[in-house]
Structure formats: C-alpha cells, structure tokens
C-alpha cells in the first residue's frame, strides 16, 4: 500500500457564473520515501488537489478517497486531520508570507508548530527550531530565530517555511511551486535542499510545478494534469522518453535542451478551457495537434500503458503501448 492514495478524486466550487471543475477524477499515489511530480499549466487544479490532500479547500463539493496510511484523510474528524497536517503531511507554499505571519519572530513561528503538536518546554522549542534553520542553511541561525520574516530575504523566508514544515519531520511533504518566486539559483538550491533533507528524512514528497525541468531530477513519478484531469501518469524515465499524451509531448517540447538551447521553443498553441464551460469530448482537442473525430465527441477514458517493468498510463484514445525497447537510453534509468 502506498503511504498516499488518491482515488477518483474530484474537487468543484459552486460560483455566481457556475460549477468550476477544478479536479476531476484524479488518481495518483506516492510510496514512502519517494517523489510525485504534478505538472501542469496555471489553472490546471494542481492547487487545488493538493489543498484537497490537506484537507484544506473549502465551499467545494468534494469526491473519491484521500488515503493517508490507509485512514480516508476526507472523512476524519477536522481534529485528525488537523493533527495530522503539519506532524505527518508538511506543506510549503508558493508564497511563503502566506504562511508566515509577519507580526512574529521566524523562530517563535516554527518553535510554536513544535508546541502544537508536541509536549516540549519553550527552550527545547526553540532549540530545535534554531538546529531546524541551521539544516536548511539559514546562516546565524541563533540571531535569526528572533528576527521577523521581513528581515528575511525572498530565499531565506522559503528556507523558513521549509524549515517549519520539516520540524515535526513529516512522512509527506507537499511543496506548492516552492520556487517560482525566487531567482534560477535560489530555485535550484531550494530544490537541492528538499532533495537532501528527503534523503535524510526518509520523507515522501510531492512536488508540483508548471515546469517539467523542475521534476526532471527528482521525480520517481510524474502526473501531468490538464483542465483538472490527470491526463497521464507514469514513472520518469517513461515520461520523459516516451510520452503517450499530446499534452505531455507539447510540455516536453517546450522545455530548453542542451543542443537546442532557449532558441527554438516549442509551444503549445492556445489557452486552457475554462473551468466552467469544458469543451465536449478529450479537454485538450481544442489545442491538440492530433485531434480525430473521436476526440471531438467523446471523453477519453484512461488508458494503462503499464508493461512488465513500466508504470505509465494516459487519457488519450490515440495512445497506445511504447515500443519502449526502441529507447536505449529509456533502460538506463535517470533523465539528465
Ligand atoms: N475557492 C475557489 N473558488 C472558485 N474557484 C476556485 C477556487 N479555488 C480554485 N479555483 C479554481 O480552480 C482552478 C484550479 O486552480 P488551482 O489553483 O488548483 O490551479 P493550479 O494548477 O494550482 O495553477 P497555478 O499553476 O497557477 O498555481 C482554477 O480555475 C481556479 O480559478
Ligand atoms: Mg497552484
């Protein structure tokens, strides 16, 4: 069993202008220990499933199963479930002063979600989240601890939250574009830091981003969403060389390689529905470069590509099994 199962979930808010779909149907899992990449453009209910996970969404209509360790995250009690956030599933955000309150010193903040959860004195509180702020390589982090989140830079305020979300050292971690507000080096060492800590900490996670070269590196598994499906599911390396969704195709086009450089990027023509209206039949006809009659008309369902050694799946009725042997490098494992 994996330590999260999804299960035909779906997630939709009642709005003056209608019923917007935010999620529909999705399935997705993650082992313990290991790492879920959701990939998807902005609006595509990656948020929004995530929340969901949480339990944190509200005025939705909610369906399917949230299994965390087997017990229905969706039908607890909101004390289980509160317990549970923060102890067994950390959260940062896109954002990290959403999660900070500005009025409080970063070390009160994160010796406070110490105290929530545990039976622990102030001073050993506070210790551990001076020793939490140091692991994330926050320098000085006994000055730190009784500064307040606008001391702190853009970089230093994520490593915050990261620090905060770790503390209690979670079996999850779910991080919401934890690095879209912060420059390509700072990205790239806050990924590298969860990537460490993960390691260390034994910790699943789920990494969701709009970017597929983000969960190049680290994803054991990649969900790509799109108008609040998941359109296709599978393990990395299948995902990466040999694509079964138009969608996930496009995405992968658009992303600067090697040898092509930032020159010549594909992309994907047109915009996402919108929410409230779907077009009939696949979501992504509109936009899809192979689109059939079929596609036009009727919904496709989900299509287990799964082989003997692969995990791969797709919502296409043009997908069909990879000749997987064809990709030599596809055997070797990870994705540069
Ligand atoms: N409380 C709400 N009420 C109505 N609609 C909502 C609500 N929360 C989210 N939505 C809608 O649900 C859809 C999915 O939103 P979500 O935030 O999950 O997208 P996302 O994939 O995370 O996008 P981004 O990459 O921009 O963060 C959007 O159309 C959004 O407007
Ligand atoms: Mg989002």
Redo the contacts with the bound molecule.
């Keep these: 069993m994996s330590l999260l199962e999804v299960k035909d979930l779906s997630v939709s ?1 009642p ?1 003056p202008d209608g019923l ?1 779909r ?2 529909q149907g999705a399935n997705f899992s993650v082992d313990a220990g290991k790492t879920l990449g959701i990939v ?10 995530c ?1 969901t996970v949480m339990g944190l ?4 209509r909610v369906s399917g199963q949230v299994l965390f360790d087997g017990r229905d995250v969706l039908a607890m009690r909101e004390d289980d479930r509160r317990r549970l956030r923060g102890a067994e599933i950390g959260m940062v955000f ?1 954002d990290p002063l959403s999660s900070l309150h500005p009025l409080y010193k970063v070390g009160w903040q994160i010796a406070e979600a110490v105290r929530a959860h545990e039976r622990v004195s102030w001073r050993a509180a506070q210790v551990r989240a001076m020793e939490m702020l140091a692991l994330v390589g926050i320098p000085n982090p006994a000055r730190r601890v009784e500064e307040y989140p606008y001391q702190f830079s853009g970089g230093m305020r994520q490593r915050a939250m990261i620090a905060m979300s770790l503390v209690l050292q979670p079996k999850l971690l779910i991080a ?2 934890p690095t879209t507000a912060l420059d390509v080096t700072v990205q790239a060492q806050i990924i590298e830091l969860i990537r460490q800590l993960q390691g260390d900490f034994a910790m699943a996670v789920i990494m ?1 981003t ?1 970017d597929l070269g983000v969960v190049a590196g680290m994803a054991d598994h990649v969900a790509v ?1 799109y108008a ?1 499906k998941v359109v296709e599911y599978a393990e990395r390396r299948h995902l990466y060389y040999t694509p079964a969704h138009p969608y996930t195709k496009g995405l992968l086009a658009s992303l600067p390689t090697r040898s092509r450089g930032k020159a010549r990027l594909a992309q994907i023509a047109g915009q996402p529905p919108s ?1 409230i209206s779907l077009p009939p039949g696949c979501s992504f006809h509109p936009r899809c470069p192979v689109v059939t009659e079929r596609c036009r008309a009727e919904e496709p369902t989900f299509l287990s590509l799964t082989g003997d050694d692969a995990v791969q799946g797709a919502a296409c009725w043009l997908a069909r099994p990879p000749a997987r042997a064809v990709h030599p490098a596809a055997a070797k494992g990870p994705v540069p």
């Excluded at 998807?40 to 499933?49: Q, R, T």
């Excluded at 969404?57 to 939705?60: K, S, Y």
């Design positions: 808010f709005t917007v935010a999620v998807g453009e902005s609006g595509s209910g990656k948020s929004v499933a929340m969404v509200r005025g939705a896109q919401d574009e969701v709009h969403m609040g929410l």
